[in-house]
C-alpha cells in the first residue's frame, strides 16, 4: 500500500520538523526560479532563522517561471517537503516549512507582480540559471522585478533587496543592470527610484544538489512512512557569502558569511568548484562516466582535476583562504551517495563556460602562464557540442560552428585532424569566446587535445597529461 502524503497533518515522527507556528508565517521573500538547489540552500538557512526565534514575518513565496511541477508537488503538501542530506556515513532528512506558497507565473502573471509589490514583501531572490540573465522578455525574472517595482512604487511601498544566488560573477551588479535597463526603457523616473532605494548585493552559494530521482523518492517514502512528491537532495557542506546590504532589514540567517564584498568568494567557488565540474562532466560524458563519482575513481581523471586547480586555477585567486580547501573539494566530488550526473552539470555550457573556465584562461594568458589543463577542458566541451542535440540554448549554432570549422562531426575522422587553423576557428564563436577569440596562447594549447580526442579518446588524452 503506498504510504499516505506528506502534509501538516502527517509529519512523521522522529524527524526534524519545523519548530516555530507556520500558520503565522507571512511572506517576507519571493523567491523567482523555486527549485530543488533552493530549497536545499536559502530555504535551508531561513529554517534555521525561523526555527531560532526569527521573525515570522520571513516566510517565502516561491515562484515558477514556467512549469507548475513545483507547484503541484508542494501544494498538496501544504509547502512541506524533506531535506535530505547524503554522504558516505548515511542519510539525514528533516522537514522544512518556510515555503508559504507557491505561484506559477504563467497562469497568473499579476498575482506574482502583487507578491512582489507587497507591503511585506522585503527581498526577492533569484535562481534562474545563468541564461535567465540574458531573458528581459515578458515573463522573465526581470520583467516580473521591474513590473512588481513599479507597483510597490505607485503604491507608496518600500524599497527591496533584489538578490541573485545564481552562479555568475558579480551577480548582483549584473542583476542590477538588467533591472535597471529595463526600467528606463519603460519609465526612467522608476530606474531612478529603483536605482537610489533598492539594493543588489552579491553572493557567492555553494551546496551540491542534485537533480532528486524516483529513486531518492522511494527511499525517503520508506524512511519517513509517508510519501514526499519532491523531496531536495543535498550534500552536508554548506556555504554561503552575502554582502551585507539589505535595503530593509533580512533574517538572521544562521551560518552565513555576510561580508563587504562577495567577490573573492564568488571567483573561488566559480573557478574551483564550478570549473572543476565542467571538466569532469565534459571529460565524463565523452568517456562513458555518467556521474562525477564514477569518475572521480577514475585515477588519471582525479589526478587532473587536482593538477588543473593546484597549478593553473589556485593562482587566479586572492583575498580567500584556500588551505584545504581543494582537498575538500575533492572529497565532495568523491562523494558517491550524491550520484551527480555529468549531464546536469553539462546543460548549458555556452552560459557556463566563460565565467568557469575562460576568466580564468584570461588570467593566466595576461600573465604569461600555462593553460594546459584548462585548455583541455575547452576541447572536452567543444567535443560535447560537435553533435547535434546538445541541451544548450545555443546548440544549433555551436553545432553549426563545429562543422563549418572542422569540416566533419565524426570524432575518429583522421582526414580532418585537428590543425592549428581549425583550432583558431573553433575558438572565434563570439557568444562564448569574446576577445579570447583566435588568442595564439589559446589556439596553441587547444590544438593537441582536440586531436587527441579524436584519435585516442578521453581516457588516453587523460593518461598522457604530465
Not at 516566510?59 to 524533506?82: F, N
Not at 530606474?191 to 533598492?198: D, E, M, S
Not at 576557428?425 to 596562447?441: E, I, N, R, S
Request: charged content about 25%; proline content about 7%.
Amino acid at each position: 500500500m503506498e504510504p499516505v502524503r506528506l502534509n501538516p497533518g502527517t509529519l512523521p515522527n522522529g524527524v526534524r520538523e519545523p519548530r516555530y507556528e507556520r500558520a503565522a508565517l507571512q511572506t517576507g521573500i519571493v523567491h523567482l526560479g523555486i527549485g530543488a538547489f533552493m530549497r536545499a540552500h536559502l530555504a535551508v538557512v531561513n529554517e534555521d532563522a525561523l526555527d531560532a526565534g526569527g521573525s515570522l514575518g520571513w516566510g517565502i513565496t516561491g515562484v515558477s517561471l514556467r512549469a507548475p511541477d513545483t507547484r503541484d508537488a508542494l501544494a498538496p503538501q501544504g509547502g512541506l517537503y524533506t531535506l535530505a542530506l547524503r554522504d558516505t556515513t548515511g542519510e539525514s532528512l528533516r522537514i522544512i516549512g518556510c515555503v508559504r506558497d507557491c505561484l506559477v507565473a504563467p497562469e497568473d502573471p499579476a498575482a506574482v507582480v502583487r507578491r512582489i509589490a507587497a507591503p511585506g514583501t522585503r527581498i526577492v531572490s533569484l535562481t534562474v540559471t545563468e541564461k535567465g540573465y540574458l531573458d528581459d522578455a515578458p515573463g522573465s525574472a526581470a520583467a516580473f522585478i521591474v513590473a512588481g517595482l513599479a507597483q510597490r512604487r505607485a503604491e507608496g511601498h518600500g524599497p527591496l533587496t533584489l538578490m541573485s544566488l545564481d552562479n555568475l560573477p558579480s551577480n548582483g551588479a549584473v542583476l542590477r543592470q538588467r533591472v535597471l535597463a529595463l526600467a528606463e526603457r519603460s519609465d526612467p523616473d522608476l530606474a531612478r527610484w529603483t536605482a537610489a532605494r533598492c539594493t543588489f548585493p552579491s553572493s557567492m552559494v555553494d551546496r551540491i544538489v542534485p537533480r532528486t530521482t524516483d529513486a531518492d523518492r522511494e527511499r525517503i517514502a520508506a524512511a519517513l512512512g509517508v510519501r514526499d512528491a519532491w523531496p531536495v537532495v543535498g550534500e552536508p557542506f554548506f556555504d554561503w557569502a552575502v554582502e551585507d546590504h539589505f535595503a530593509d532589514g533580512r533574517p538572521d540567517w544562521p551560518g552565513v558569511r555576510f561580508v563587504a564584498d562577495a567577490g573573492p568568494f564568488e571567483r573561488r567557488k566559480l573557478r574551483m568548484v564550478n570549473g572543476a565540474h565542467s571538466t569532469i562532466a565534459y571529460l565524463s560524458l565523452a568517456a562513458g562516466w555518467a556521474t562525477v563519482d564514477e569518475a572521480m575513481r577514475q585515477p588519471a581523471l582525479r589526478r587532473n582535476v587536482d593538477a588543473l586547480l593546484r597549478d593553473e586555477v589556485e593562482p587566479t585567486l586572492a583575498g580567500v583562504e584556500l588551505d584545504g580547501y581543494r582537498a575538500r573539494l575533492l572529497e565532495r566530488f568523491a562523494n558517491p551517495a550524491l550520484a551527480h550526473r555529468c549531464a546536469q552539470i553539462a546543460m548549458d555550457g555556452s552560459q557556463k563556460m566563460p565565467q568557469r573556465i575562460l576568466d580564468t584562461v584570461r588570467d593566466r594568458l595576461r600573465a604569461g602562464q600555462a593553460i594546459d589543463r584548462l585548455a583541455l577542458t575547452v576541447a572536452a566541451w567543444w567535443w560535447h557540442q560537435r553533435a547535434p542535440g546538445a541541451d544548450d540554448p545555443l546548440a544549433a549554432g555551436l553545432h553549426a560552428h563545429w562543422l563549418r570549422s572542422t569540416g566533419s562531426a565524426d570524432p575518429v575522422d583522421r582526414a580532418h585532424a585537428q590543425t592549428l587553423a581549425q583550432a583558431q576557428a573553433l575558438t572565434q564563436f563570439q557568444p562564448v569566446f569574446g576577445d579570447l577569440a583566435g588568442a595564439p596562447a589559446l589556439v596553441a594549447a587547444l590544438a593537441p587535445h582536440l586531436r587527441s580526442l579524436a584519435e585516442r579518446g578521453p581516457l588516453a588524452t587523460l593518461e598522457s597529461m604530465p
